[in-house]
């Protein structure tokens, strides 16, 4: 925040007010595989901006991060191996004035893995298991 503050020319403790009770939230995501031939432009997660003020993504290899660009259109955010995405959030544009504006973004699932199991659900898979324990079943396939 003392960065943001800085480069707004402002004295590097201008958002210390915003900072004194942090609320933080981490939120782990799964997209699921998608179809062999997805619909076009299929999401893991839809076009949205962040609530917060700031949110730092760890990417992995799979990748799908795609920022908005008002010129150049949906862009692709490839993963760096030992970098963080920082996204800026609906509560800096309300602090900056829209000066720093949200960054409107979504998730494209692009993982070509192919599943190592069937489709199921975690019932389906627990009566799987009971059934295979106590009838000698050599266990999931």
Known sequence: MAGIALSLDLPDDAFAGFCQEPMGMIR???YPPQPAN?????KGAGAHTDWGALTILLQD??????????REGWLH??????????NLGDLMARRTNDLFRS????????ENERPKYPPTTPGQHLAEVYRLTYTGGAGPS
């Open 28 to 30: 782990l995501f799964h």
């Open 38 to 42: 997805p619909k076009p432009n299929k």
């Open 61 to 70: 290899d799979a990748g799908g991060l795609q920022p908005w660009d008002e």
């Open 77 to 86: 955010a490839a993963p760096i191996p030992g970098t963080f995405v920082v």
């Open 103 to 110: 960054t409107k973004h979504r998730v494209v699932n692009l």
